[in-house]
Nanobody
Framework: QVQLVESGGGLVQAGGSLRLSCAAS????????LGWFRQAPGKEREFVVA????????YYADSVKGRFTISRDNAKKTVSLQMNSLKPEDTAVYYC????????????????WGQGTQVTVSS
């Protein structure tokens, strides 16, 4: 069992930065891949970024490449998402998720989800 708790969301102006964090509980943190997804009102939840178990592999959605950076600390059981150059279209609820699978780009690959944190980017 893995429990995930996100923090760090908020309101920021376009061009600004936010850092999201996700703290995990459970004994298998180093055995799971981690991802961030987001869901805007009226839209489906979409993939943002994922990181492999040891942190050596990362995958980014095209829409955030060059602006967002994911990292993980297995000793602290945390995963972070640094978001720079934010745009109004980045506005969404951001979810941290954990996967025991080998493909990390879809919601169906994830076993555990956090409750989400709101990110609002004003123009």
């Amino acid at each position: 069992q893995v429990q995930l708790v996100e923090s760090g969301g908020g309101l920021v102006q376009a061009g600004g930065s936010l850092r999201l964090s996700c703290a995990a509980s459970g004994r298998t943190f180093s055995s799971i891949a981690l991802g961030w997804f987001r869901q805007a009102p009226g839209k489906e939840r979409e993939f943002v970024v994922a990181i492999g178990r040891s942190g050596d592999r990362t995958y980014y959605a095209d829409s955030v490449k060059g602006r967002f950076t994911i990292s993980r600390d297995n000793a602290k059981k945390t995963v972070s998402l640094q978001m720079n150059s934010l745009k109004p279209e980045d506005t969404a609820v951001y979810y941290c998720a954990a996967s025991y699978g080998v493909r990390w780009l879809s919601t169906s690959e994830y076993n555990y989800w956090g409750q989400g944190t709101q990110v609002t980017v004003s123009s």
